[in-house]
C-alpha cells in the first residue's frame, strides 16, 4: 500500500500549519480593514464556464473531471479571477463597487519538481465596478499594508500597463503567432532577438527604439514623465505611461510611492488583463509573491460588463520567506500532568482556565512523570499543571520550566 503522496502536492505539519495560518489571517484582517468581504467559493466549476476566457497554456493544464449525474466536464478551479468574474455576473442584483477577498488553492499542472507544486495556495483581492486608476492605487496599497502587516519592508511593487504592449502589436500589425513571439522575447528580456524579429517590420527607428529599451526600462517616476514626453505623438504609447504616472501621484498620496518601479517589460500570465498590472517581490528573494492587474473585459465573457481590478498573494512564496527570516513561535498555554485517581480537579482547573482563553491541554498517557514534563516543554507549553497525591490529599504544583517545580493553589493558578 502506497501511503506517500502523489508528486505536487504537500502536507504541512502542525508547525508548518500554525505560521501559514498566521500569515494568512494577518493578510485576512487587513483585507477587511480596506472593507472587503470574503466568498467562500467552490473547488469545481464547468470547463465550458471558462474554457473561451482562460488562455490556452493554462487551460491545456487544468484539471479535469467527469461529473458522474451531468456527464459534464468539470475542472478544478485554476484561477480565483475567473471565478469571481463568473460569479459577480451570475448574481441577479448587484451594487457597486464591490469588494471581495479570497483564500483558497488554485490547481494546475506544472513539471512537479521541488517546490513547484499542483496546489497553489492564493489570498486575494478584487474590486468590481470601478474603472478608476484609484481603485487600482487600492489594490496596490492593499498589498503594500498587508506585507507592513507581516512586517515585511523589503519588498519591491513592478508596476506596467499591458496596454503598452497591445498599442504595440497594433502599430506593428502582429498576427497571433507573431504577438505570441514578441511577448516571450519580452518576457525573457531577449534583446537580440527583439532586434532580429523588428528587423522586417516597415515602421520608424522612434517606435523600433522604444520596443527594443523595453527590457532596459526598470525605472522611476521622472524617468516615466519624461518618456511620456518623448512619445506624445504616439498616442496609445504616451496615454499608457500617462496611465502609470496618475497611479504614481495617488501612491504617492498614499505616501507608498517608495515602493514602486515601472518595468515596462514585465507582461503578465494571463490574458484577460487590460491596463495597469504589477508583480510584488521581494529583494534578494527568488520568488514572486504577489501579482494582479485589471481586467476590465473579463466579466463580459460571463454576460456582465463590468470594470475591475484586482490582486493575489502567492501564500507560500510569502510563507518560505517568513520561515527564512522571523522566528513565529507556536507557543501554548498549559499543560496538565494528573497523576490522581479522579480527575475532577483538573478538569476544573482546564475549564476554567479555557474560559479565560487559554490554552490547556491534559497529559492523559500514563508515563513516567519526568517524561510528560518533557514532553510538555518540548511541545511548546509555558506551563506544566501537576496534580499529585501526597498525605492523601491532592497537591497542585506549577513548573515554568522542567527544573523548577513550585507548589500553588488553585487561586493562584486561576488567576
Ligand atoms: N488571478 C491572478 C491574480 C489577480 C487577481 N486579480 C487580478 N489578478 C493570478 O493568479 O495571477
Known amino acids: 500500500m502506497k501511503i506517500d503522496l502523489p508528486k505536487g502536492v504537500r502536507t504541512f505539519n502542525p508547525k508548518e500549519s500554525f505560521i501559514l495560518s498566521w500569515i494568512e489571517k494577518s493578510i485576512e484582517d487587513n483585507f477587511k480593514l480596506w472593507g472587503y468581504e470574503k466568498v467562500i467559493l467552490p473547488l469545481l466549476e464547468y470547463y465550458d ?33 475567473v471565478q469571481i468574474a463568473r460569479y459577480i455576473a451570475s448574481l441577479q442584483e448587484k451594487e457597486f463597487p464591490v469588494r471581495l477577498y479570497y483564500t483558497g488553492d488554485v490547481f494546475r499542472y506544472v513539471v512537479p519538481k521541488g517546490d513547484n507544486l499542483y496546489e497553489k495556495k492564493q489570498i486575494g483581492v478584487e474590486l468590481i ?12 496599497a492593499i498589498a503594500i499594508s498587508s506585507l507592513k502587516k507581516l512586517s515585511i519592508e523589503n519588498f519591491q511593487i513592478d508596476v506596467n500597463n499591458v496596454k503598452i504592449f497591445k498599442a504595440i502589436t497594433k ?5 497571433q503567432d507573431q504577438t505570441k513571439e514578441l511577448f516571450l522575447y519580452l518576457k ?23 520596443i527594443l529599451n523595453l527590457p ?32 504614481y501621484k495617488i501612491l504617492k498620496e498614499y505616501q507608498l510611492d517608495e515602493y514602486i518601479v515601472f518595468d515596462l517589460c514585465e507582461p503578465r500570465e494571463f490574458s484577460y488583463y487590460t491596463g495597469i498590472v504589477f508583480e510584488i517581490f521581494i529583494k534578494d528573494f527568488p520568488k514572486i509573491i504577489g501579482y494582479g492587474g485589471r481586467y476590465d473585459n473579463l466579466l463580459s465573457n460571463y454576460n456582465g460588463n ?13 510563507y518560505d520567506y517568513i520561515i527564512k527570516t522571523i522566528e ?22 482546564a475549564k476554567n482556565l479555557r474560559t479565560k482563553g487559554y490554552t490547556v491541554a491534559r497529559d492523559i498517557i ?28 491532592k497537591k497542585v504544583y506549577i513548573l515554568k520550566d522542567k527544573n523548577k517545580k513550585e507548589e500553588a493553589s488553585l487561586e493562584e493558578i486561576l488567576k
Open 328 to 349: 513565529i513561535k507556536n507557543e501554548k498555554d498549559f499543560y496538565i500532568i494528573d497523576t490522581t485517581e479522579d480527575k475532577k480537579l483538573a478538569y476544573n482547573i
Open 216 to 247: 532596459k526600462l526598470n525605472i522611476k517616476a521622472d524617468r516615466l514623465k519624461e518618456l511620456a514626453k518623448e512619445y506624445e505623438d504616439i498616442e496609445e504609447i504616451s496615454n499608457a505611461l500617462k496611465e502609470l504616472i496618475v497611479i
Open 306 to 318: 463590468h470594470p475591475a481590478t484586482g490582486f493575489a498573494f502567492d501564500l507560500l512564496a510569502i
Open 129 to 140: 465596478g470601478v474603472d478608476k486608476i484609484e481603485a487600482d492605487a487600492e489594490i496596490i
Open 171 to 175: 502599430i506593428l500589425n502582429l498576427s
Open 49 to 81: 464556464a471558462h474554457k473561451n476566457v482562460l488562455n490556452e497554456e493554462i487551460l491545456k493544464n487544468t484539471f479535469r473531471l467527469v461529473d458522474r449525474y451531468e456527464g459534464e466536464t468539470l475542472i478544478l478551479r485554476p484561477d480565483f479571477t
Open 188 to 210: 525573457n528580456r531577449e534583446i537580440y532577438n527583439i532586434q532580429a524579429f523588428l528587423k522586417d517590420f516597415d515602421v520608424n527607428n522612434k517606435i523600433k527604439d522604444f
Open 366 to 393: 500514563k508515563r513516567d512523570i519526568d517524561l510528560s514534563i518533557d514532553f510538555a516543554f518540548k511541545n511548546g507549553y509555558k506551563n506544566v499543571i501537576l496534580i499529585t497525591v501526597e498525605n492523601s490529599g
